[in-house]
């Protein structure tokens, strides 16, 4: 592998927010420094770099921030960074400070710019797996997904106990535009009769048989996890059809939005973070780019940044068989 020694290193964060990603940078800055790099914060993700909204970080720019939700740093989406003259822009503020290599912490959409960048102007990249999805190939973890899921779990729980006191069927609708890992764990942990997620067809002559079935036993509390993304259309499309077709069923759809995206990061994700950022700062160091940081069977594990953008982490159809099966 050609070493490609850095000395000045950006950091930036891009794409949805996720609990933990000011851990990680804390962590880029703090590991940075202590290797004796100059260590650059970048502002808005890639608008930042495109706008040259750029500025020195030391250590006392991330105390305190371990424990906060969101971004430090901001994030945004960037039309111009898409263009050859936004990437040129970006290079060229990135050369007047002397930057020779980046952390992005991010998505999918995040590391295509971040690779396309790289390959362009050989800049080393190193790619976090910033998202509360957790659908990137290459890690079992990514930064956000536990606080994420267990903010939808605590939610849900409290809807249950007004479901219990009324004897009412709820949809509740999770964030999951293209992965329904969220309403897959978080209606497992909640115990959903039913979870509807954008891998899986949904069937729902199978759903009202056996919302009617249940109906027939007087198990009169149903819960429906759905994800946002599920193809049929998510939570009110789902209850149009089950009060036209049990309109006896007393039906609520809750949808929990941006919550799951706030908040302060477990300490699970303030781990994941922190473990990963190091290992971001150790990989530019030795040498090592356009490469993501990942965590597979608790070790820290590199996979290509094309491999990580083309590829979906899957789900276990064995998931779908325990959740039938612990419904019933």
Not at 30 to 43: A, F, M, N
Not at 149 to 173: P, Q, S, Y
Request: glycine content about 10%; charged content about 25%; aromatic content about 4%.
């Amino acid at each position: 592998m050609e070493k490609k020694k850095v000395t000045k290193i950006g950091v930036l964060t891009s794409g949805g927010d996720s609990p933990g990603m000011n851990a990680a940078v804390r962590a880029v800055v703090r590991t940075g420094i202590y290797h004796g790099l100059e260590v650059y914060g970048i502002k808005r993700g890639y608008a930042g770099m495109v706008e040259n909204d750029i500025e020195r970080m030391d250590s006392k720019s991330v105390a305190n921030i371990i424990q906060r939700g969101g971004t430090i740093l901001k994030t945004a989406r960037c039309l111009e960074f898409k263009e050859p003259a936004g990437r040129q822009k970006a290079y060229d503020n990135l050369r007047k400070l002397k930057i020779d290599g980046l952390v992005i912490i991010g998505g999918d959409g995040s590391f295509k710019g971040a690779q396309k960048f790289s390959e362009e102007f050989d800049i080393p990249c190193i790619g976090l797996p910033g998202t509360i999805d957790k659908d990137i190939a290459g890690s079992d973890v990514t930064i956000g997904f536990d606080t994420a899921v267990n903010t939808a779990v605590e939610a849900i729980d409290k809807i249950r106990d007004t479901m219990d006191a009324h004897d009412r069927l709820f949809i509740v609708e999770v964030m999951g535009r293209d992965a329904g890992y969220i309403a897959l764990h978080s209606g497992i942990a909640t115990g959903a009769e039913n979870i509807m997620i954008p891998e899986n067809e949904t069937d729902v002559e199978a759903l009202i048989d056996s919302l009617n079935e249940k109906e027939k036993r007087k198990k009169l509390v149903n819960l429906i996890v759905v994800a946002e993304g599920d193809k049929f259309g998510g939570a009110e499309e789902i209850a149009k059809v089950i009060r036209k077709r049990i309109p006896t069923a007393d039906t609520r759809v809750c949808i929990l939005g941006h919550i799951q995206r706030g908040g302060s990061p477990s300490c699970s994700d303030r781990l994941i973070a922190s473990h990963m950022g190091y290992y971001a700062v150790e990989s530019l160091m030795v040498g090592r780019h356009n490469v993501m940081v990942g965590v597979i069977n608790n070790k820290i594990h590199y996979t290509p940044l094309e491999k990580a953008v083309k590829q979906k982490q899957k789900i276990g159809q064995e998931w779908m068989k325990i959740v039938k099966i612990l419904a019933s």
